[in-house]
């Protein structure tokens, strides 16, 4: 019986784990090349905000969380233990997210905390915050994450179209295919895990800024880990709520989820 396309099994078996596992370390090439960053400004950040550490923690979302910690502990806002903010006083805030929070609970009167969060991590003023990140070269630009991410995966798709055909034609031509399917199913599982493995949106200097960062404040240890980090215990459970409201995080970059699909975009 003739080999399919004149290749012994044996033979295309180590040929196809040779040419996968290739594929597999430019995969991880560009994941790395990606992470490596670059800034993008001539503006260096000197030391990390506590809504900059958040953002690089947590994303978006812990951003909003920082900020509502920060004006409940001067004063500026009350939260109750049912997770509902309310306004105190007139003071609008001492910086673009904080004003925007102010605004909002304002608007509503009392607003849930979890909703609030949710609300305004797509604001115009947390992505501020996410584009002096960028720019500082301390976080992946959402776009080229994703364009690198279908890079990084075109010659593992190319290896396995090249198996399921090989598999096909043996398949129809009544030859043995029992490693290749084996192969295959590993591979494409191997594959399909890649293609769910979101590029982690903190670079490497990212992450070296936050292991540098000083972490004292109220405000700051929300920063580093949500509202469940608050020193007040008090003011912790108000936060949290009875329904234990947490922050969300990135998608392994918890820190920063970079497993998954989420980025400090939101």
């Not at 191997?190 to 200097?205: D, K, L, S």
């Not at 003011?235 to 949290?240: E, P, S, V």
Request: proline residues 4%; hydrophobic residues 45%; charged residues 20%.
């Amino acid at each position: 019986m003739e080999d399919t396309w004149g290749i012994p099994e044996p033979t295309f078996i180590g040929i196809y784990l040779l040419g996968f596992s290739i594929a597999l370390l430019f995969a991880f090439a560009v994941r790395i090349l990606t992470r490596s960053g670059a800034a993008t400004t001539t503006a260096p950040i000197q030391a990390l905000s506590a809504q900059e550490l958040a953002c690089l923690t947590g994303g978006p979302r812990r951003v909003v969380e920082a900020a509502v910690a920060q004006l409940v502990d001067t004063g500026q806002l009350r939260a109750s233990r049912d997770g509902y903010l309310q306004l105190v006083g007139r003071s609008g805030g001492g910086d673009p997210v904080e004003r925007t929070v102010v605004a909002d609970v304002s608007r509503h009167g009392r607003r849930s905390i979890s909703i609030l969060t949710r609300r305004l991590a797509e604001s115009d003023a947390v992505e501020e915050v996410v584009a002096r990140l960028v720019g500082a070269g301390y976080l992946v630009d959402d776009e080229l994450a994703k364009r690198r991410k279908v890079i990084s995966l075109v010659p593992v798709v190319v290896v396995f179209s090249v198996g399921v055909v090989r598999w096909l034609e043996g398949a129809a031509g009544d030859r043995p295919v029992g490693w290749l399917t084996v192969l295959l199913i590993c591979s494409g599982v191997i594959g399909y895990a890649m293609y769910r493995q979101a590029i982690c949106p903190r670079t490497f200097e990212g992450a070296n800024a936050v292991g540098r960062a000083s972490v004292t404040a109220p405000a700051e240890l929300v920063a580093a880990g949500g509202f469940t980090r608050h020193p007040d215990r008090m003011i912790r459970d108000a936060l949290t709520g009875r329904r234990g409201v947490t922050s969300g995080g990135m998608s392994g970059c918890v820190p920063i989820s970079c497993g998954t699909e989420g980025n400090c975009k939101g």
